[in-house]
């Protein structure tokens, strides 16, 4: 059924597979005339279109440069005036991406905008004032205001200083936050203005008081001394005076602790209050580790700095001020009226390590660090002020990770008022956390997992929240109409792995399903509320552009990116399987290729696959993030191997439950869904119990590590791909939330941590190792080696790519690697 070539592994043919694919789609050129394409991707194209020819598959082939798939569309967003949509489409060979403007009535791609009105269209992160007649948005720097009236676009900066933050007040004027500072500038008379400025430094003073005898005796003694000191004064209190009386001056600095730094800043729409929130100056990263690069342009080794360890990470504390800017003064917050501030939410970890080494714990009733909410997934804001400028809310968070404030502050007393505290015993989600103000009234809509499922939720200030959504699905990506009729979400209602846009109305707490496309759909909502741009997915169709009405009309496809190459391959679409679990009452849902010559009674060997992140889905019906995978997964179907690919606990989709079912053991339920996973091949589709093997990268290569030191009979033969190996040297964001911190809860570290089991290795191991991996590092491999030796250990090789971070680039290292994958497979398998 197969060769090997100079080329590579030939495959046989692929017209069993299940899934036929159009090719009547415009799809762009694969090598196009316009854009001086790379001997090495012509190399590719020319090995991908002879594959296809002749209707074989190579690893070559699947590991190429994407390019031959198609560009797909990113990062799309809605013309302003909701009949043009805007999208981002990378050059053929180049890491550039252009700009295309696509009329929702014409047919084509559209039209390439140019760089000369690149500023004019590129708006993606633009705002509306409140009368929603001038929109405003930054360009490289610089402040650019539109009239959709008339559509006259107006520059108002040009000095390239990064602003941000920006925000229309209710009287017209637009700020802005540059530095420590927030500007103002009208747009039509172009007055540009300091609101308000902060500086980290002692505030000064007219004179400086004596700092001992001496001087004290000097000043006292020496007339001229004293005289010249009272002239400081005079002038001071002069400028003082001058500041605070004469309204043509920018308004004077507010001072803070020296060596702070600021974290956010927000405005009130009125102008009248800035909420600040400063921190002691250092990086949430703390860049204080380094990282050898072996290959660089001047031949020489240079060290990079990378984020520190969990096991090096110190508390973070924020201190959150109101200011206001009219009477010029500033009030801290007190984190004290916050539920639970001072609890010891970790009293029975810290006994039970107490114990196990023979002390004893007393609980600890000091108040908790407690910070803003931020993450990188959440790009909403964690301040949101209400359009009235009045009511501000914050999200707020502990620094252990087990709660979760949205609080508002009064404004009056300079108090936070609690709204809804969300406690979890292992960690809260860092998704589901948006959250905002309605436009008619001053209540608060806001995303919880309390039921164990994200779900959205509507509070007034002064009453109960009421639950507006309610199952055991995802509520997520959340728009409120401009009438508060309707809130749009992003959900998976009808499939743990379908997520179609709903809309539902606040009052009744109807839900009606919009899009019914069965894969994997995101939207945005039009500027006039009357239409979906929609970006959709398939198991074996990438991402493209869809246009749908909100009166739930049937989806209209607006790009057509997929190369014809791609479409001529009858892709294998895995079959999704909820596979029954003997540890919980949910089924563990899967991907499941499967040969379609299969034999009855004819024993299969077989892959399991791994995904990474740990929290990530990939057992949905879209389009993965991992194509590659899915392609690889394709070929090794054509071997007669099944493939199987499984949303273990602490995979996304799925509720809170099977999120934190990891908390303090990491790679014990995800082993057990494993050989649950095994198990089921073996029952169902006659799979060889002595034929498995298993792969995956980071969460996945740490998973390969588990099953192979702790369950040896579950797996003949594994890979681990840029893995973890012990969790105490991997970041703290991600690794406090589920083990806690080293120095609290060491119990959980070496519970988790395969470098403790490596003793348990008696099956062919592969470790493929990238060098400049900033996320995982390379030390990870270069400790789990050492161990391995040391143990006396013979059947493991590893492989290191020196040029390479966390995710490979280059195809000439996707290509080894994988060779390297299927060589173990064949060989143990």
């Not at 070539?5 to 899934?19: D, E, H, P, W």
């Not at 598959?57 to 798939?69: F, G, K, N, S, Y």
């Not at 360009?139 to 990064?162: A, C, H, M, R, Y």
């Not at 809309?503 to 496309?517: G, K």
Request: charged fraction near 20%.
């Amino acid at each position: 059924m197969f060769k090997l070539t100079k080329n590579g592994l030939i495959l046989a043919s692929v017209t069993s597979f299940l899934f036929g694919c159009s090719a009547t789609q415009t799809a762009a050129p694969l090598v196009g005339n316009s854009v001086a394409a790379s001997p090495k991707l012509i190399k590719a194209a020319q090995t991908v279109t002879s594959s296809i020819q002749t209707k074989l598959l190579t690893l070559e082939m699947i590991m190429a440069d994407p390019d031959w798939m198609g560009r797909q569309p990113t990062s799309a967003y809605w013309g302003d005036d909701s009949q043009s949509v805007y999208y981002q489409q990378k050059q053929l060979a180049s890491p550039v991406f252009d700009l295309w403007e696509k009329p929702i009535n014409q047919t084509g791609k559209g039209n390439k905008v140019e760089l000369t009105q690149l500023h004019l269209h590129d708006y993606n992160s633009r705002i509306l004032n409140q009368t929603k007649d001038l929109t405003a948005w930054v360009f490289e720097g610089n402040i650019f205001v539109k009239s959709l009236s008339d559509n006259k676009v107006k520059q108002l900066t040009k000095d390239n200083k990064q602003p941000n933050n920006l925000v229309f007040l209710n009287d017209g004027r637009l700020s802005f936050q540059s530095g420590d500072a927030i500007y103002a500038i009208h747009p039509d008379h172009g007055l540009y203005e300091q609101l308000v400025s902060w500086q980290f430094a002692d505030e000064p003073t007219a004179v400086e008081e004596p700092e001992d005898y001496i001087a004290e005796q000097q000043q006292q003694l020496i007339e001229v001394v004293a005289l010249k000191r009272q002239q400081k004064r005079l002038r001071f209190e002069k400028k003082q005076q001058l500041a605070q009386q004469n309204k043509t001056l920018a308004p004077a600095d507010f001072y803070f602790p020296e060596d702070n730094e600021t974290v956010a800043a927000s405005l009130s729409s009125n102008g009248k209050w800035l909420v600040l929130v400063e921190q002691t100056e250092s990086s949430w990263r703390d860049d204080s580790d380094i990282m050898p690069n072996y290959i660089n342009d001047d031949g020489r080794i240079t060290t990079d700095n990378v984020r520190r360890r969990v096991a090096d990470a110190k508390p973070v504390k924020h201190n959150i001020w109101l200011l206001n800017i009219d009477t010029r003064s500033k009030r801290k917050l007190s984190y004290n009226s916050l539920p639970g501030y001072n609890e010891d939410v970790l009293e029975a970890v810290k006994r039970e390590n107490a114990q196990a080494k023979g002390g004893t714990y007393t609980a600890n009733r000091l108040p908790r660090d407690i910070s803003l909410m931020q993450d990188w997934y959440w790009s909403q804001g964690a301040i949101q002020w209400h359009n009235n400028g009045e009511n501000v809310a914050i999200m707020l968070e502990a620094w252990d990770n087990k709660d979760r404030w949205l609080a508002t502050v009064d404004t009056a007393s300079a108090t936070l008022v609690n709204q809804h505290r969300l406690h979890d015993d292992a960690w809260v989600n860092y998704k589901f956390n948006s959250f905002g103000w309605l436009n008619r009234s001053t209540d608060l809509y806001y995303l919880s997992e309390e039921t164990g499922y994200s779900q959205l939720y509507i509070k007034p200030l002064n009453g109960q929240a009421r639950a507006v959504t309610s199952g055991n699905f995802e509520v997520d990506s959340l728009t409120l109409t401009s009438d508060d009729q309707f809130m749009y979400f992003k959900g998976n209602k009808k499939h743990p792995g379908i997520y179609e846009i709903y809309r539902v109305a606040l009052a009744e707490n109807t839900l009606q399903q919009i899009t019914n496309l069965n894969g994997m759909t995101d939207y945005q909502l039009s500027p006039d509320e009357q239409a979906l741009l929609l970006t959709h997915s398939s198991l074996v169709r990438p991402p493209e552009l869809y246009l749908q009405s909100v009166e739930n009309q049937d989806a209209v496809q607006l790009t057509h990116t997929i190369s014809q190459v791609f479409l001529d391959i009858n892709w294998l679409a895995p079959d999704i399987v909820p596979i029954k679990s003997t540890h919980t009452k949910h089924p563990i849902y899967s991907r499941v290729y499967t040969p379609r010559d299969m034999q009855p009674g004819q024993k299969s060997k077989a892959v399991v696959f791994n995904h990474g992140a740990g929290y990530l889905q990939n057992s949905h019906l879209g389009w993965s993030g991992y194509f590659r995978e899915f392609m690889f997964h394709n070929l090794l179907v054509q071997q007669g191997y099944v493939v199987l690919d499984m949303d273990y606990r602490a995979s996304a989709g799925y509720g809170r439950d099977w999120r934190t079912a990891i908390y303090r053991q990491m790679g014990t339920p995800e082993i057990q869904d494993l050989e649950d996973g095994v198990d089921w091949l073996v029952e169902n589709l006659e799979v060889d119990a002595n034929r498995v093997g298993t792969y995956g990268g980071s969460y996945g290569g740490f998973l390969t590590f588990m099953a192979l030191f702790n369950s040896p009979d579950l797996f003949q033969a594994g890979a681990a791909l840029r893995p973890v190996s012990d969790w105490a040297h991997y970041n703290h964001g991600y690794t406090s939330n589920i083990l806690n911190m080293p120095d609290v809860d060491p119990i959980a570290y070496e519970r988790s941590s395969p470098i403790y089991f490596a003793e348990g290795l008696e099956k062919p191991l592969l470790i493929n190792a990238p060098m400049i991996d900033s996320n995982v590092f390379f030390v990870d491999v270069v400790r789990l080696v050492q161990r391995l030796i040391e143990l006396e250990k013979q059947d493991f090789e590893t492989a290191i790519y020196p040029v390479e971070s966390h995710g490979f680039v280059q195809p000439s290292s996707w290509l080894d690697e994988y060779r390297r994958i299927y060589k173990l497979f064949e060989t143990n398998l």
